[in-house]
């Protein structure tokens, strides 16, 4: 079954305990991001990546870190997690059109699950 | 920088009504809309997308949403509505820069909670 998987869903931590959120796909995507979501505000992006090795910051990358070493695993770590990053936060993929930046954003994407974080 | 208003933060409906969600963009080039839906409790699901052509776009499950250029609206319409359409919905704008080949990503709304009361 094509989908994005995101561990773990649900997690309580303390400020400042270092945290990884993993999120993995199996249709073969060039794209992922990651977004969280908070109420009033939408989804708002934070990281992407248009393919291994190359990631660029969204619109609220502070205070988050991700890594693309692997196709298929798009990572979100927080180094040194605070209570406002307490969200609920999802990742999706999409196909990519290599060297195409805006065709890789312009597809369809496919969210995973999402992970609820609280930070104490 | 492109945003996305949703001015409908909370829409309630009983079944057999009528629906239509707002949604303004800001952005003067050439755009790409999408609708997304989230049901309780699970993942964002597109429901429809406009890219070009026809500016009236038929999604999944009745849904449809008519692009007018010149209100810069993307609004999501569905005939009747029933319980199950309870959800929230999300519009999102996708604009295209211009030459300076930086990737562009999608812009949310604040998306829009429909009750359905059965």
């Known amino acids: 079954e094509a989908q994005v998987t995101q561990n773990p869903r649900y997690l309580i931590t303390v400020t400042g305990k270092k945290l990884t959120v993993t999120c993995s796909q199996n249709?073969?995507?060039?794209?992922m991001s990651w977004y969280r979501q908070d109420p009033g505000l939408g989804l708002r992006q934070i990281y992407y990546?248009?393919?291994?090795?190359?990631?660029d910051k969204g619109d609220v990358p502070e205070g988050y870190k991700v890594s693309r070493k692997e196709k298929r695993n798009f990572p979100l770590i927080l180094e040194s997690p605070s209570p406002n990053q307490t969200s609920l936060y999802f990742c999706?993929?999409?196909?990519?059109?290599?060297?195409?930046?805006?065709?890789?954003?312009?597809?369809?994407?496919?969210f995973g699950p999402g992970t609820r974080l609280t930070v104490l | 920088a492109q945003s996305v208003s949703q001015h409908n933060h909370h829409v309630i409906l009983s079944e057999a009504a009528s629906l239509e969600l707002g949604c303004n963009y800001s952005?003067?080039?050439?755009?790409?809309l999408f609708w997304y839906v989230q049901y309780p409790g699970q993942h964002l699901q597109l429901l429809l997308k406009?890219?070009?052509?026809?500016?009236l776009v038929k999604g999944i499950k009745g849904f449809e949403a008519e692009f007018i250029k010149s209100k810069f609206s993307f609004n999501l319409r569905k005939p009747s509505v029933q319980w199950s359409d309870t959800a929230e919905y999300f519009c999102?704008?996708?604009?295209?820069?211009?030459?300076?080949?930086?990737?562009?990503?999608?812009?949310f709304g604040s998306g829009t909670q429909l009750t359905v009361l059965p």
């Open positions: 999706a993929s999409s196909y990519g059109t290599s060297g195409n930046p805006w065709a890789s954003s312009y597809n369809e994407q496919f």
């Open positions: 249709m073969n995507h060039e794209y």
């Open positions: 990546s248009m393919n291994v090795e190359v990631t």
């Open positions: 952005y003067g080039g050439t755009v790409n």
């Open positions: 406009y890219f070009s052509g026809d500016p």
């Open positions: 999102a704008v996708n604009a295209q820069r211009s030459s300076s080949g930086s990737a562009r990503q999608l812009t």
